[in-house]
C-alpha cells in the first residue's frame, strides 16, 4: 500500500514528491513518470519509480495497486478527460483506497472552458464510488512569475480589466497535497486551495516594476485582442482562447478564493506573489 503520484516529473508532481518525503518514508512513495531519465533524481532518492504515460492504460494498471492512495495530478493534453476517465477505471478495478484529483476552484461552480474537464472529472470519480478528495488548486503565482522577462520587455498584458486573482505559489499547493495524502480525515472531502491575499494585474505590474526597478504597467485588452497577443507570441488558438476565458474568470471574479482551505492545510500563511515576483528575479 503506496502513495502513488502520477505526472511525477511535472513541475506539481516534482514538488508534491518532495513534501511527501519530508513526512513520511520514500518507500511508502510511488512515482509515476513517462520517463525514466527525467525520473532518475526521484529514484536516487529512494521513491520507486513506474514508467507508465496517462495514454497507455495497460502500463497504468501495473503502476497502481490495491490500497494504494493516488494522487491523479490533471493531464495537459486535449484529449485528457478521457485520460481521467481511464486512470479512474484503472483505480476503481485496482481497488486503490482513495483517489485525489487536483481539480479547479470552484468545482461545480467553475463555469469556464479550462475548467470543464475538472468538473467532468469530479463528477466521473463521484460516479465510480471511490473514497475520493478534491484538491480545487485556485491559479499559480508561477503562471505570472515564469513570464517575467517578457512582461520586463513588453509590459503585462491581459484581459482580466481589476479581477483580483487568489493566487498561491505551487510549492503551497504541493504541501497541501501531501498533508492530504498521507493524513487521516480527508475522505469525501472537497478542499477549495487559493492564496491568503488576493490581487490585480495592475498591482501585480506595479510590484514588479518596484522590484525590478524598470518601468512595467498593465495592458487590459478586449478578449479579442488578448487572443490576437497571444497567437503572436506563437500560442495555438485554441490554448489562446482558453487564455483568454480565464481572465474572463478572472474579471467575474471566479478565481478571488473561496476561504483559507489552503493554509488551514498547510498550518502556515500562503506565498505572497512580492515573495513569488522576488524569487523569480533572484533566479
Do not use: C
Not at 3 to 12: C, E, S
Not at 158 to 181: F, H, K, P, Q
Not at 242 to 263: K, M, Q, W, Y
Amino acid at each position: 500500500m503506496s502513495i502513488v503520484v502520477t505526472a511525477a516529473t511535472g513541475h506539481l508532481g516534482n514538488l508534491v514528491i518532495d513534501e511527501l518525503l519530508q513526512r513520511v518514508p520514500a518507500d511508502q512513495v510511488v512515482a509515476v513518470a513517462r520517463n525514466a531519465e527525467k525520473a532518475a533524481p526521484i529514484a536516487d532518492r529512494g521513491v520507486e519509480v513506474r514508467i507508465a504515460d496517462y495514454n497507455d492504460p495497460a502500463a497504468l494498471a501495473k503502476a497502481i495497486g490495491a490500497g494504494d492512495t493516488l494522487l491523479l495530478i490533471s493531464g495537459l493534453e486535449p484529449n485528457r478527460l478521457d485520460q481521467h476517465k481511464s486512470i479512474i477505471a484503472i483505480a476503481k478495478d485496482a481497488g486503490v483506497a482513495r483517489i485525489a484529483y487536483t481539480s479547479a476552484l470552484g468545482g461545480p461552480e467553475a463555469d469556464f472552458d479550462l475548467a470543464a474537464d475538472h468538473r467532468a472529472t469530479e463528477q466521473a470519480i463521484l460516479d465510480s464510488g471511490l473514497p475520493y478528495t478534491f484538491l480545487r488548486n485556485g491559479w499559480y503565482n508561477e503562471v505570472y512569475t515564469d513570464q517575467i522577462p517578457v512582461q520586463l520587455a513588453n509590459g503585462v498584458v491581459g484581459s482580466a480589466g481589476d479581477g483580483r486573482i487568489g493566487s498561491a505559489a505551487r510549492r503551497d499547493y504541493a504541501a497541501a497535497a501531501a498533508v492530504v495524502l498521507t493524513g487521516d480525515g480527508h475522505e469525501k472531502k472537497a478542499y477549495e486551495l487559493n492564496g491568503d491575499v488576493a490581487w490585480t494585474l495592475t498591482e501585480y505590474a506595479a510590484e514588479l516594476a518596484k522590484q525590478s526597478g524598470q518601468d512595467v504597467a498593465y495592458s487590459n485588452l478586449s478578449a479579442d485582442d488578448h487572443a490576437q497577443v497571444l497567437v503572436g507570441a506563437g500560442l495555438p488558438e485554441p490554448v489562446a482562447q482558453l487564455f483568454v476565458g480565464v481572465d474572463a474568470a478572472i474579471e467575474r471574479g471566479l478565481l478571488a478564493g473561496r476561504g483559507s482551505d489552503l493554509t488551514r492545510l498547510i498550518g502556515r500563511p500562503t506565498t505572497p506573489i512580492a515573495d513569488s515576483i522576488a524569487a523569480a528575479l533572484r533566479s
